[in-house]
């Protein structure tokens, strides 16, 4: 073997060692970011930010802990038209999205970056009929893109997490779109829990979505924001937010729906204080 082979194969064997050391690192790293507790400075802040984190069992409340300190270290936030992001908002953002994944394995392993403005904010849309284009402006709360970023209005997301019982979050709303597209494609059906069956999956909120549609059309009464209408994706995302914030309706009303996310997401809200 020449010098400069000698030279070539040790070069490759640092390297390898490097991608190997930094793997490791990494690993370590997430291991003692999910085993960490929060500060009573920032427990305080999340308990009167998120006042439904006060419900929690013991228990879950160390996982989120660990889960919302991994977030921290992992997600940047960006303040949008002028707004300094503060403690706060970082905190009780983090809390309300770790909710949703505090007792599973699921994480946002392709979210980096969450972008707040101070209220609501306009998004241009693309609507396509036939062969006519047109773009509109619309008055956006939050929106949630694939891979990132996840776009809040900060004023609704103190709202939202404020009342913990009138089914309204935009922070479980485009979260539980970032859950969704984990399977790759946004489209209601994320990747489900072990023991999970898609055929069930399928008959709950396909049947929950029809009955859903009729009594927006007839203008009854519905247990869901009449916006999950619109699609099986936004339902989806519609029926999380009353998943955590209206348990015992949900229970109650819409049975076999509460039973998939309770599987989904290992939670049993209506069992919480």
């Not at 392709?110 to 970056?113: A, Q």
């Given at each position: 073997m020449s010098t400069g082979q000698i030279i070539l194969l040790?070069?490759?064997?640092?390297?390898?060692g490097a991608y190997v050391f930094?793997?490791?690192s990494k690993r370590q790293r997430r291991k003692r970011l999910l085993a960490s507790e929060l500060s009573g400075h920032q427990r305080a802040i999340i308990e009167k930010s998120v006042p439904l984190v006060r419900r929690l069992p013991p228990d879950l409340r160390r996982k989120l802990e660990g889960k919302i300190s991994l977030f921290l270290d992992q997600i940047r936030f960006v303040g949008c038209n002028g707004l300094d992001v503060t403690e706060e908002m970082r905190l009780s953002i983090a809390a309300q999205a770790c909710l949703l994944v505090a007792n599973t394995n699921t994480w946002y392993r392709?979210?980096?970056?969450i972008l707040i403005y101070p209220d609501a904010f306009t998004s241009r849309r693309m609507e396509q009929d036939g062969y006519v284009v047109t773009e509109r402006q619309t008055a956006r709360l939050g929106e949630s893109w694939s891979r990132g970023p996840v776009i809040l209005s900060w004023t609704d997301v103190e709202d939202?997490?404020?009342?913990?019982h009138d089914g309204h979050n935009v922070v479980f709303h485009e979260f539980a779109h970032q859950v969704d597209d984990l399977s790759g494609h946004t489209n209601a059906i994320p990747v489900l829990s072990k023991g999970q069956s898609f055929r069930d999956w399928e008959h709950a909120f396909v049947d929950a979505f029809d009955r859903h549609v009729r009594n927006v059309e007839r203008g009854h009464r519905t247990l869901f924001d009449a916006y999950g209408a619109t699609s099986h994706v936004e339902f989806f995302a519609v029926a999380v937010?009353?998943?955590f914030e209206k348990p015992f309706e949900m229970k109650s009303e819409e049975a076999d729906v509460y039973e998939q996310?309770?599987?989904l997401f290992r939670l049993d809200p209506a069992s919480w204080g």
């Open positions: 040790l070069l490759l064997v640092l390297a390898a930094r793997g490791w392709n979210l980096y970056t939202g997490a404020a009342d913990a937010e009353v998943f996310l309770a599987s």
